[in-house]
């Protein structure tokens, strides 16, 4: 019988640009304003040199939520009858922008 040995996994670290998680998560963290999905994709693009998908951060937003991150959105207006969403990461106190890694 061979031996079983059981791998550790380093805890996830929301902190590393190398992932599309922790590309957004640092944009939404570091971030005093209201960003829309295209406006983060242009933030990853200048900070990290990477073309992350609308849809691809989008379902990092939600990833970040479900890890206990706090990230409000709201609707804008927008052209025509689009209505867009602005994010925002708020600090684990519950106002302001920020978070904890």
Do not use: C
């Not at 990092?60 to 925002?88: C, D, F, N, W």
Request: hydrophobic content about 35%; charged content about 25%; overall charge positive.
């Amino acid at each position: 019988m061979g031996t079983v040995t059981e791998l550790k996994r380093r805890p996830r670290r929301l902190d590393n640009p190398e992932s599309q998680l922790g590309r957004t998560y640092l944009v939404l963290r570091d971030a005093d304003y209201w960003l829309q999905l295209h406006e983060i994709g242009e933030v990853i693009n200048t900070r990290f040199n990477r073309m992350d998908s609308h849809a691809g951060i989008s379902a990092r937003i939600r990833q970040l939520r479900g890890m206990g991150q706090t990230i409000v959105s709201r609707e804008v207006k927008g052209p025509g009858v689009a209505r867009p969403h602005e994010y925002r990461m708020l600090s684990s106190w519950g106002e302001g922008p920020g978070g904890a890694a």
